[in-house]
Nanobody, 117 residues
Framework: QVQLVESGGGLVQPGGSLRLSCAASGIVATMYGMGWYRQAPGKQRELVAA???????NYADSVKGRFTVSRDNTKNMVYLQMSSLKPEDTAVYYC???????????WGQGTQVTVPS
């Protein structure tokens, strides 16, 4: 059974930092690209950052230079280090695992990040 469990969300003041973690179980990490998505109220879910099995990264323009995605394949963990947070970063953040060769996606339950204005 595949499980993705996010943690590390919370309330942080503008300019602050948070580190999100995603613990993956039931998958072989090197067979999956991993990503962080977010969904704000009334908006569509959007890609924030993605990291390949080889740790190649890709970021949304809105977070470039502020967020860093990383992974530890030995621990089946993915991280999102967020800094210089802004109110517009407020959203539920979801961890995603996408199989490299098959059309298979897994999602975590999400973790709330709130940056008050």
């Amino acid at each position: 059974q595949v499980q993705l469990v996010e943690s590390g969300g919370g309330l942080v003041q503008p300019g602050g930092s948070l580190r999100l973690s995603c613990a993956a179980s039931g998958i072989v990490a090197t067979m999956y690209g991993m990503g962080w998505y977010r969904q704000a109220p009334g908006k569509q879910r959007e890609l924030v950052a993605a990291i390949s099995y080889e740790s190649n990264t890709n970021y949304a323009d809105s977070v470039k230079g502020r967020f860093t995605v990383s992974r530890d394949n030995t621990k089946n963990m993915v991280y999102l280090q967020m800094s210089s947070l802004k109110p517009e970063d407020t959203a539920v953040y979801y961890c995603n695992a996408r199989h490299r060769f098959h059309n298979v996606d897994y999602w975590g339950q999400g973790t709330q990040v709130t940056v008050p204005s």
